[in-house]
């Protein structure tokens, strides 16, 4: 059946190939093997239903399905580092592009009185769903669709762990959903990309308040 699918889509000519069939196993077993728990800055550990119980400050349970953000990437760590080092008690928060919404599980977790999280991906959507659940969440507004669909209010602080491309074409939008002194948060920065975005930044008048740098990502406080 596949190569009957791969010569109607015309891609077979001048390629070679080969076909074998997969040794059948238990691939939630080999996906729990593979993910750990992780600890960041010794406050906050990322875990799955079956790692053992944790005692730091915060404990974040994710079934991370097909969504991104579980806290093993360079970009989740740096937004995490960042947050813990905010006020969140009482505030209004945008996850925007929210993936598994670890994030938005997190800042409940540190107070805050509101998050609308959204992300354009089903997945995320529904992923999202059962990680408030997990974490027994009850402020986290959890939406589909892309900056369209955010509230036109006013957020204290906006996290957003997105790519370069998105914050580029986003960025004008997030400044005007930020309170007066409110913060945002964004990763999801390649190294040699970082100018671009701050130039973007500077230019929308934001303030650059702190950098972090891992493996080849950029995270900004502003």
Not at 32 to 54: L, M, N, V, W, Y
Not at 82 to 107: R, W, Y
Request: charged share 25%.
């Amino acid at each position: 059946e596949l190569k009957a699918v791969l010569t109607s889509m015309e891609i077979l000519e001048n390629l070679e190939y080969e076909i074998s069939d997969l040794e059948n196993k238990n691939w939630n077993d080999e996906w729990e093997k593979s993910f750990q728990p992780i600890t960041i800055d010794g406050e906050c550990t990322i875990r799955a239903s079956f790692h053992k119980q944790f005692d730091t400050k915060y404990v974040i349970e994710i079934e991370p399905k097909m969504a991104f953000g579980t806290g093993h990437h360079a970009t989740t760590d740096m937004m995490i580092s960042f947050m813990l080092k905010l006020d969140f008690n009482n505030k209004d928060v945008l996850d925007f592009g929210c993936g598994t919404g670890i994030l938005s599980v997190l800042a409940e977790k540190m107070g805050a009185k509101y998050i609308f999280a959204n992300d354009v991906e089903e997945p995320a959507y529904e992923n999202v769903e059962v990680n408030a659940t997990l974490n027994n969440c009850t402020k986290i507004s959890n939406n589909l669709g892309d900056i369209s669909i955010v509230p036109n209010e006013k957020y204290d602080i906006i996290l957003a762990n997105v790519n370069t491309h998105q914050l580029s074409e986003n960025l004008h939008f997030l400044k005007e959903k930020m309170k007066p002194n409110g913060i945002i948060l964004l990763s999801g920065i390649l190294i040699e990309q970082v100018e671009i975005i701050n130039k973007i930044t500077t230019d929308l008048g934001m303030k650059l308040i702190e950098t972090k740098q891992k493996d080849k990502w950029t995270a900004l406080k502003l």
